[in-house]
Each structure stands twice: as structure tokens, then as C-alpha cells.
């Protein structure tokens, strides 16, 4: 920088001798920099909370006021700041002692003006560098987090994208079944009969379709962040009650044995009709692919603040390859299509998206031909 050039940087000088502070206001000013001067480390520090300088001069030893301990809350204030230590020679260990502590050079008593210019305009260059670095460093932070924020909305997009093609699939075969029907019957195809069963396919289809737009409802409200969610104290073995009584009739008819042992349980937060889908999902499933004569197990306990409920069942089993896709949306084994032709592949997915919800976990064990264990925790309501 040339004498007569222009700077916007703003220096600070703390120092209890007046005609050092003056000497230091003369050379600077020369170079249009903003000086600010206290005789004070006290007043000192008002100044520079009140300007905000780029550098500060500080004498060492001061009457009121460590040197070094103001350097150190005035860093506390702007860990950009940078610090040069005026001192004599005497206490030139006091200087290096605090360089190690942060201060960025010092300069002993008498100086030159150009070994005071040359200290300044060092220090204040170091300051633009580090800060330009930090900014840069800041710039390639915010470019990585904007590349993993856009890496997270293609994979959503695809996501999504491959959601609606399940969707438009499972939606497509029965209302094409439907759709076959009610031609034939409009068309007079077979005899009053024929037409009969059609009819009565028609409906079951469209049962089934329901059911999977029922489903696909359910999980879309738990999915949805937005909602709020109306939570209250439900007790699992009240609406356990509520679920089996639904399907004890299921089980009668295919002659299954259900085994339900129920301790009496502390209440849980949750939305109640939530609840009844776990409980419906975990139970409807356990009697639909276990075979006619077989056994359903529902146990549920307390246990360490949680409660814990459990649905074994004695049906056709989960290889262990498909246990990871388990709780997929739409996924079915190809055993459980074989022995069970309808289902929406999405009772496993709103079980475990209802339980995630509760702050709960489940596990599963399974041995094919031998059955299925589900197991859930569900932390218990806090005392009232």
C-alpha cells in the first residue's frame, strides 16, 4: 500500500504511554487507516466492542489490565482479530508467551514506522487470508451440502416414481378384472348363473381393491410429517380385546387355536386407531397363512418401561432371503402368494411405520414350514 492509497481496515491501539499512541495515530493515519487510541486496557475494551477494529496494538504490561488477558477476551469477541504486542525489551518472554497464546506478532519498544506499517499491514493481510479461507472453506461445506440435498431429491424422486408404478400395478389387475366382468355380463355372455359368479367375483374384487386403497390411505397419513398426530394414553390389551373378538371367527374357521396370554400392561401414547391396525395387521396375517388346524400365539407383557407384545403364529414361514424386504410396501413372498392369492403387501409396511411412530422397534424370527414370531416394544407412558 502506497502512502496516499485508501484502507478501510480500523486499528486499535491500547496503550498507557500518550506519545506512543499518538506516534502510532501519525504513522497510520498517514495510510489512511482508522485509529482508534485508549490509555486503558478498561477502555480499551469499550472501544473495541463499540467499533469492531481489524487489528489491535497492545501494550503488554498496563496499570489496570493484563495484556495478555485482555488479548484473550478481545479474541474471546472475534477469533479473526488479530493482536500485535507492543513491549519493551525487558519483556520481550512476555511477548513470545503471549504469541503462543494466540497474539500474531509482537514489535519492542523504540520501533521505526516502517517496522510499525510493515507488523500492521502483515497482520491484517493474515486476517484477510484466514478469512477468505474460512469463506471458501464455508462455500465448499454449502456446495457438498447442496449436492447431498440434491442427491436426496433424485433419490426421492425415484423413490416415489417407482411408489407410483407399484400403485398403478397392484391398482390395474383388479380394476381389469372388474372391468372383464361387467362386460360379459353387459355383453349377456353365460347363462343366469355364470353371470351370478361374475357378479360375486366382481364384488370380491372390488373388495380387494378397496382394501388396498384402505391400506395405501393408512400409510400415507402415517408417512405424512405434517399431520398431527392425536396422541393419547390406549391401552394394548383393551384394543387387543377389540381385534380378536373381530377375528376370533376367522380362526374358528380354519379350526386355529388361539393362544392369548395378557398381563396386565401400563397404557402407551399413541392414536388409538393406530394401535388397532398394529394389532389387526399382526393378527389378521398370522391367521391367514397359517393352515387349517394350526396355532396363533398373542402374548403381551411389561417389561423394563415397555411394553411388549407378541404374535407367533404356526403357518408357512419367511425364507431367510426374504427377510430383509420384509416390511417393503407391496412385497409378498412367493410362498405366501401361493398359499394366500390376495393381499396388498402393505400390512407389514403400516406395522412398522406405526411402531417407528410410537418411538417402539420390532423384530421378527421365522423358520419356513415352522412359522413366524413377531415381536414389538413400545415404550410405556410416562407416570402421570
Not at 377389540?242 to 401400563?266: G, M, N
Request: aromatic share 6%; proline share 4%; charged share 30%.
Amino acid at each position: 500500500m502506497t502512502n496516499g492509497e485508501k484502507s478501510w481496515d480500523r486499528i486499535l491501539v491500547i496503550d498507557d504511554e500518550q506519545g506512543l499512541r499518538e506516534g502510532c495515530r501519525r504513522v497510520l493515519g498517514r495510510y489512511h487507516f482508522q485509529v482508534d487510541l485508549a490509555a486503558t486496557g478498561r477502555e480499551g475494551l469499550a472501544l473495541f466492542r463499540q467499533n469492531h477494529p481489524d487489528l489491535v496494538l497492545l501494550d503488554v504490561m498496563m496499570p489496570d489490565v493484563s495484556g495478555i488477558e485482555l488479548m484473550h477476551t478481545l479474541r474471546g469477541d472475534d477469533p479473526d482479530l488479530m493482536c500485535i504486542i507492543i513491549t519493551g525489551y525487558a519483556t520481550v518472554e512476555l511477548a513470545v508467551e503471549a504469541m503462543k497464546l494466540g497474539a500474531y506478532d509482537f514489535i519492542a519498544k523504540p520501533f521505526s514506522d516502517d517496522n510499525l506499517l510493515l507488523a500492521v499491514e502483515k497482520g491484517l493481510e493474515k486476517r484477510r487470508l484466514e478469512q477468505e479461507a474460512r469463506r471458501m472453506q464455508q462455500a465448499e461445506e454449502e456446495s457438498r451440502r447442496l449436492s447431498q440435498e440434491k442427491l436426496m431429491l433424485e433419490e426421492l424422486d425415484r423413490v416415489k416414481t417407482a411408489f407410483m408404478r407399484k400403485v398403478a400395478h397392484e391398482l390395474r389387475a383388479p380394476i381389469a378384472a372388474i372391468q372383464s366382468f361387467l362386460v360379459s355380463i353387459l355383453a349377456g355372455y353365460g347363462s343366469p348363473q355364470a353371470q351370478r359368479e361374475m357378479q360375486e367375483r366382481a364384488v370380491r374384487r372390488a373388495d380387494e381393491l378397496l382394501d388396498l386403497v384402505n391400506d395405501l390411505l393408512n400409510l400415507s397419513r402415517l408417512k405424512d410429517a405434517k399431520l398431527e398426530l392425536k396422541r393419547q394414553e390406549v391401552s394394548l390389551n383393551k384394543v387387543l380385546d377389540e381385534v380378536l373378538s373381530l377375528h376370533a371367527a376367522d380362526a374358528q374357521q380354519k379350526r386355529i387355536a388361539l393362544d392369548v396370554r395378557c398381563a396386565d400392561t401400563p397404557p402407551i401414547l399413541a392414536d388409538p386407531v393406530h394401535i388397532k391396525q398394529l394389532w389387526t395387521n399382526l393378527i389378521s396375517n398370522a391367521i391367514k397363512y397359517t393352515p387349517q388346524g394350526g396355532k396363533v400365539r398373542v402374548h403381551l407383557s411389561a417389561e423394563d418401561g415397555s411394553v411388549v407384545g407378541d404374535v407367533e403364529d404356526t403357518g408357512i414361514g419367511i425364507a431367510p432371503e426374504d427377510m430383509p424386504r420384509l416390511f417393503e410396501e407391496f412385497f409378498r413372498t412367493e410362498k405366501a402368494k401361493a398359499f394366500a392369492q390376495y393381499g396388498t403387501g402393505l400390512g407389514l409396511s403400516i406395522v412398522r411405520q406405526i411402531v417407528t411412530e410410537c418411538g417402539g422397534e420390532i423384530a421378527v424370527e421365522s423358520e419356513v414350514g415352522k412359522g413366524t414370531r413377531f415381536t414389538f416394544r413400545l415404550p410405556a407412558a410416562p407416570a402421570s
